[in-house]
């Protein structure tokens, strides 16, 4: 689903050169990796956050190199949820379909059906300074899901959680996979969410990823 071919991309002393890396589809695939590594910076260039210097990405057969984010049919959840200040939970959740010009009652159902299956019914006209950590990281996530996206980028999303709320993620985003049927990428430095969430495990060591067996 996802493939990156013999790809380069520079920022001061750090570069990537070579990158290759298949990503298959259906498969909740975890990528691993030493602070510093690159691994957010695999999931950028995968979104279209960053832009290489040379090579190709391809999703689902399609070259999608130059293309920007809102065309390439993509949900991203950063590390922190990057929750917009002045919107309330629905109004989140709602955006992408929003900016897309879909039609109001297409919208409302979409948030509707999304806070349902995220436990969000309750909080739809709540701010984000008024949710917990675990809940802006179920909103991020819904956001990312309502453009019914085929790719799932996830970037440690569950690095600021306590230990209750990170079971019940983890538990959650097993779920959404396979209910969903997307393609995840999930970045981690976390053995046991690999552990208990991952169809396949990559590691990036050296500017290389490769499949650990």
């Known amino acids: 689903m996802i493939e990156l071919v013999d790809i380069a991309w520079r920022v001061g002393e750090f570069s990537l050169s070579g990158l290759n890396c298949v990503v298959p589809e259906g498969k909740y695939s975890v990528l691993m990796g030493n602070t510093g590594c690159g691994k957010s910076t695999v999931v950028e260039l995968i ?35 990057a929750l917009f200040p002045t919107m309330t939970v629905s109004e989140q959740i709602g955006f992408g379909l929003k900016i897309r010009r879909r039609a109001e009652a297409e919208i409302e159902k979409a948030v509707s059906t999304l806070a349902r299956e995220l436990g969000l019914e309750k909080l739809l006209n709540r701010m984000p300074d008024g949710l917990s ?3 802006r ?24 959680l306590d230990e209750d709320a990170r079971d019940e993620m983890v538990d959650l985003l097993k779920r959404i996979q396979i209910e969903h049927s997307v393609t995840v990428l999930h970045v981690t430095h976390s053995s046991r969410e690999a552990e208990q969430l991952a169809d396949v495990v990559l590691r990036m060591e050296g500017g290389k990823i490769r499949v650990v067996e």
């Open 47 to 81: 979104c279209g956050l960053r832009e290489p210097l040379s090579g190709q990405l391809l999703i689902g057969g399609e070259e999608v190199t130059l293309k920007p984010p809102g065309e390439r049919n993509i949900g991203y959840v950063p590390q922190d949820g």
């Open 133 to 135: 950590g675990g809940e």
């Open 137 to 160: 990281q179920r909103v991020a996530l819904g956001r990312a899901l309502a453009v019914q996206p085929k790719v799932l980028l996830l970037d440690e999303p569950l690095s600021a």
